[in-house]
């Protein structure tokens, strides 16, 4: 797996998967491409962003997968990010969703350690938090093994996320320097 630019065609695929998802997110909105045009414009192509994205590709040849085309060629997975980056403070809170046809095959890992890399050997951070909601099981599953591979602080916070006429805890982590 590598990280690349992300281009907006592969933006507006994205959206397909987090408009699926929307417990996952802290804005439970659907968007569209207008919206994600204005988003890519002043976020993903504005070098002074406080937010970084990454196009999560991957070949097909890793993937196992069968194609017309040839095992070199690379997928689109997912999209990760570090988001909210606070250079005065060395941290950043990770993003990151995963085209749920590939779940379960250990991209997950592989993008929050690219993304990892990202943070504390090439932008200088010092701290990568987060934050999943419980009624996001799958995530939070994935977080939770997230958190024991690299020693983090966690904790839970009630009321965190309001979904489906109920408010519901999320799990608060944060992954130090060092600990990667």
């Given at each position: 797996?590598?990280?690349?630019?992300?281009?907006?065609?592969?933006?507006?695929?994205?959206?397909?998967?987090?408009?699926?998802?929307?417990?996952?997110?802290?804005?439970p909105?659907?968007?569209n491409?207008?919206?994600?045009?204005?988003?890519?414009?002043?976020?993903?192509?504005n070098?002074?962003?406080?937010?970084?994205?990454?196009?999560?590709?991957?070949?097909?040849?890793?993937?196992?997968?069968?194609?017309?085309?040839?095992?070199?060629?690379?997928?689109?997975?997912?999209?990760?990010?570090?988001?909210?980056?606070?250079?005065?403070?060395?941290?950043?809170?990770?993003?990151?969703?995963?085209d749920?046809?590939?779940?379960?095959?250990?991209?997950?890992?592989?993008?929050?350690?690219?993304?990892?890399?990202?943070?504390?050997?090439?932008?200088?951070?010092?701290?990568?938090?987060?934050?999943?909601?419980?009624?996001?099981?799958?995530?939070?599953l994935?977080?939770?093994?997230?958190?024991?591979?690299?020693?983090?602080?966690?904790?839970?916070?009630?009321?965190?996320?309001?979904?489906?006429?109920?408010?519901?805890?999320?799990?608060?982590?944060?992954?130090?320097?060092?600990n990667?």
């Amino acid at each position: 797996m590598r990280l690349d630019i992300l281009s907006y065609k592969e933006l507006l695929e994205s959206t397909k998967w987090r408009n699926a998802h929307l417990e996952t997110l802290r804005t439970p909105i659907m968007l569209n491409s207008i919206m994600q045009n204005d988003f890519y414009e002043n976020v993903i192509c504005n070098r002074k962003s406080e937010h970084r994205y990454w196009a999560l590709k991957e070949t097909r040849k890793e993937l196992k997968e069968k194609s017309s085309l040839t095992w070199d060629e690379e997928v689109l997975v997912g999209v990760g990010g570090l988001t909210n980056i606070s250079w005065e403070n060395r941290n950043a809170e990770i993003s990151l969703i995963i085209d749920d046809k590939y779940h379960r095959q250990g991209l997950g890992e592989k993008a929050v350690e690219l993304l990892l890399d990202q943070a504390f050997n090439y932008m200088n951070l010092e701290n990568v938090y987060g934050e999943v909601y419980t009624c996001n099981e799958t995530g939070l599953l994935f977080w939770r093994e997230i958190v024991k591979e690299y020693s983090a602080y966690m904790v839970y916070l009630d009321a965190r996320k309001y979904w489906q006429g109920e408010y519901w805890k999320s799990m608060w982590f944060s992954i130090n320097r060092g600990n990667e």
